[in-house]
């Protein structure tokens, strides 16, 4: 019901950027948070950063500073600016959106989370 597409990754060198984004698409009705998680490996998935509706942020402690997460709500679009890499960034980068879709043309479901396909994204030199 929900698509949501990521891109934007890739292989940087420690102190470098990268932009990640992520568009979604579907049975929309509305979205509440959207957010960027990763997962390095042999490690579990973690939050890197969030944002409200209303566009208000979160972010781990490890990025603060680092990154900035924005969205447009037109356009139904996450992104997240990377600064000052570091080699421990390396991760699979997830995107994910809490969803309420359309189920029929007068019933609206209640929202659920939804997570993208997944970014590599490599930091070494």
């Known amino acids: 019901q929900v698509q949501l597409v990521e891109s934007g990754g890739g292989l940087v060198q420690p102190g470098g950027s990268l932009r990640l984004s992520c568009a979604a698409s579907?049975?929309?009705?509305?979205?509440?948070?959207m957010g960027w998680y990763r997962q390095a490996p042999g490690k579990q998935r973690e939050l890197v950063a969030t944002?409200?509706?209303?566009?208000?942020?979160n972010y781990a402690d490890s990025v603060k500073g680092r990154f900035t997460i924005s969205r447009d709500n037109g356009k139904n679009t996450v992104d997240l600016k990377m600064n000052s890499l570091k080699p421990e960034d390396t991760a699979v980068y997830y995107c994910?959106?809490?969803?309420?879709?359309?189920?029929?043309?007068?019933?609206?479901?209640?929202?659920?989370?939804?997570w993208g396909q997944g970014t590599q994204v490599t930091v070494s030199s």
């Open positions: 579907g049975r929309i009705f509305s979205i509440n948070a």
């Open positions: 994910n959106a809490n969803v309420a879709t359309w189920y029929s043309s007068t019933y609206v479901k209640p929202a659920s989370d939804y």
């Open positions: 944002i409200t509706s209303g566009g208000m942020p």
